[in-house]
T-cell receptor, first 116, second 116 residues
Framework: AQSVTQPDIHITVSEGASLELRCNYS??????LFWYVQSPGQGLQLLLK??????LVQGIKGFEAEFKRSQSSFNLRKPSVHWSDAAEYFC??????????????FGTGTQLKVEL | EAGVTQFPSHSVIEKGQTVTLRCDPI?????LYWYRRVMGKEIKFLLH????????ESGMPNNRFLAERTGGTYSTLKVQPAELEDSGVYFC??????????????FGQGTRLTVV
């Protein structure tokens, strides 16, 4: 069965510092890969996605993620964190198949706190 | 354009009672998904509608949960009778019809259900 592991439940960084959130997945084949963010009182928002091609993908709000097949990882990075990035971040995988592809398997989430 | 809207935002009910959650997808979106996050755990897929038909209900926990999407517009998720372990945040998402390419699913802000 597929699974997603986000080993860090909480992370605290200082504003302006770099950020890396880890994500490892277990899947039968290379799936679609996603990162979502949930800010307080908001729904989940898609940050970025990987389907194929260039393994470094750019997303919204200055985030990027790198797919490493050999490590089954899809870590999220940002060079300089802003206070508004404080939120919960979810890594997710989805099947590459017709009919949608939005039946997602999520990790447990990483809560990011930003210190001013 | 309005996003995915969920009602209520919070609900506190007693064990054994019935609760109905509602999701209004983005207008014109054929695909509608329900997910649930139990506290401290991952967000889990419950089911997927394509218009008014259940495409995949493999994630529904048991027969106390009933999802409907009459007319292919809004959807309801009824829990009857509610148990303590049903507490969590219920998310709804919608996406456009499948046309051979992946389309993004947009999430609502969730309904926080507490069973006491």
């Amino acid at each position: 069965a597929q699974s997603v592991t986000q080993p860090d439940i909480h992370i605290t960084v200082s504003e302006g510092a770099s950020l890396e959130l880890r994500c490892n997945y277990s899947y039968g084949a290379t799936p679609y890969l996603f990162w979502y963010v949930q800010s307080p009182g908001q729904g989940l928002q898609l940050l970025l996605k990987y389907f194929s091609g260039d393994t470094l993908v750019q997303g919204i709000k200055g985030f990027e993620a790198e797919f490493k097949r050999s490590q089954s990882s899809f870590n999220l990075r940002k060079p300089s964190v802003h206070w508004s990035d404080a939120a919960e971040y979810f890594c997710a995988v989805g099947p590459i198949l017709t009919g949608g592809g939005n039946k997602l398997t999520f990790g447990t989430g990483t809560q990011l706190k930003v210190e001013l | 354009e309005a996003g995915v809207t969920q009602f209520p935002s919070h609900s506190v009910i007693e064990k054994g009672q019935t609760v109905t959650l509602r999701c209004d997808p983005i207008s014109g979106h054929d695909n509608l998904y329900w997910y649930r996050r139990v506290m401290g755990k991952e967000i889990k897929f419950l089911l997927h509608f394509v218009k008014e038909s259940k495409q995949d209900e493999s994630g529904m926990p048991n027969n106390r949960f009933l999802a409907e999407r009459t007319g292919g517009t809004y959807s309801t998720l009824k829990v009857q009778p509610a148990e303590l372990e049903d507490s969590g945040v219920y998310f709804c998402a919608s996406s456009q019809e499948w046309t051979g390419r992946w389309t993004e699913a947009f999430f609502g802000q969730g309904t926080r259900l507490t069973v006491v």
